[in-house]
């Protein structure tokens, strides 16, 4: 059964939104400090809000972008097998210790605890940045036999680290969102199966978020981790990773690349400037060892079970799709995420006017709308604000398409105009 809330003299189902009732507004000027495309757009737009450097809140509109993002996700994760959980965002400051990271990972907030006078020292937390930490010794609470392997388990979850130079919008900042699926294996093979599975399901996520075409699988250093990983880069003209394309892959249907760090300079590639969205690792066996996470063969023997790790960064996406789909107009956002499918403009002079209830009627009809009902400000206000927010589709209502008993649509990306029937 639709649900429906009374606002006003106007009634309108939860599919419907009046633009007049949102208490977020647009702004025609660019804020000095936004840094980036995104993050002037997003703003502009009423998306997010800054809170400080690196840090922003996501409003009514933003968060709708946000969680169908996050549902795209966990829809892929869900068809792996992987199990959603949700980990602690505070972790002891003991577990850092116990991989060697509460020093030696530079990005690391340390939070002190409450103490007493009685206290010598002060505890300190980690506020987790990644959360390898948490997640390695609570399956090792519960996994002890090769019959209970291999799994994945992913969350999404906030994160936090203490960049020294918050920059680039959503692409890079203190506390941000993030998709991160970690998997355990008995062997090699199994490692290099599922690791193989998750890199083609984050290719169905990019394209089902329109960037398949955008995005390079790119080959990048593994770190402390591993000889090598895996970054899913979408090109982007202020990107701030450097990634140089293959591109006698590339005309055979292949996307793929070599980050900047370790490009020996090769002859065939293509320099390209990208924005990280993802990445892959395998971990082996570099958190399992500490922690002495090991399971025990068909023998009886004990051995240490190999780990990968893979994330996906929720708010990035959220502003490379921003400023990948861009233009000199505002935002673009593809259907599959679009907070709304439709902004329907009616040109009235009161909400009693017949372009006005045809304009509703319509909203009801298609269903998932925003409806422009500030009839005070001028059309050319409104019809900017709508290019602004970059829903998919813009249909305007005035006394002359009534006449013809039609209605003027806009595709957004396109930019065409066509008069369709009502």
């Known amino acids: 059964m639709t649900s429906h809330k009374q606002i006003g003299v106007f009634l309108y189902d939860v599919n419907m939104l009046l633009l007049s009732r949102l208490f977020t507004k647009t702004s025609k000027e660019s804020a000095a400090d936004a ?27 933003g968060l709708k972008v946000l969680r169908k993002i996050e549902t795209i996700i966990r829809e892929e994760m869900d068809a ?62 519960f996994v002890q036999s090769h019959k209970d392997l291999p799994f994945g388990c992913y969350q999404i979850q906030t994160k936090f680290r203490n960049e020294p130079r918050a920059k ?12 991160d699926l970690y998997s355990f294996h008995t062997d090699q093979t199994s490692l290099d199966q599922y690791y193989e599975r998750v890199a083609e399901a984050y290719r169905q996520i990019f394209k089902r978020l329109e960037l398949a075409d955008a ?39 292949n996307r793929i690349a070599v980050n900047k760090e370790i490009y020996k300079g090769e002859k065939g590639f293509r320099e390209e400037h990208a924005a990280e969205a993802a990445n892959i690792f395998k971990l082996g066996t570099r958190f399992s060892d500490p922690f002495k996470l090991q399971f025990a063969n068909q023998k009886g023997e004990l051995h240490p079970i190999l780990m990968g790790c893979y994330g996906m960064g929720t708010t990035r996406l959220l502003g490379i799709c921003a400023e990948f789909f861009a233009d000199t107009s505002g935002l673009i956002w593809p259907a599959s ?39 005070d400000l001028s059309v050319g ?27 003027e649509v806009k595709d957004r990306r396109t930019v065409t105009l066509t008069m369709q029937p009502l």
Not at 110 to 130: C, D, M, R, W
């Open 80 to 141: 792996l097998g992987a199990h959603e959980l949700l980990l602690s965002a505070l972790s002891p400051k003991e577990v850092w210790e116990q991989t060697g990271r509460w020093e030696g990972f530079d990005a690391l907030f340390k939070v002190p605890a409450h103490s007493s006078s009685s206290q010598a020292t002060k505890n300190e937390y980690g506020l987790n940045p990644t959360h390898e930490e948490v997640v390695t010794p609570l399956v090792k609470h």
């Open 337 to 375: 995420i679009a907070p709304f499918q439709y902004h329907i403009i009616p040109i009235a002079r009161s909400p009693e006017d017949d372009t006005f209830q045809k304009a509703l009627a319509i909203a009801k009809k298609k269903k998932d709308c925003i409806v422009d009902d500030r009839l």
């Open 168 to 179: 680039s919008g959503l692409l890079r900042g203190r506390e941000f969102g993030m998709k």
């Open 215 to 253: 995005m390079y699988y790119t080959t990048a250093t593994g770190g402390t981790f591993s000889p090598f990983s895996h970054e899913f880069q979408v090109l982007l003209p202020q990107g701030e990773d450097t990634i140089y394309v293959n591109e006698e892959a590339e005309k055979k249907g």
């Open 381 to 407: 206000q409104r019809l900017a604000d709508a290019d602004l927010m970059g829903l998919p589709t813009r249909i305007v209502i005035s006394p002359k398409t009534l006449e013809k008993n039609s209605m």
């Open 35 to 61: 840094g980036s495309i995104n993050a002037d757009l997003l703003t502009r737009a009423g998306f997010i809000h800054k809170t400080m450097a690196g840090v922003y809140s996501f409003l009514p509109l």
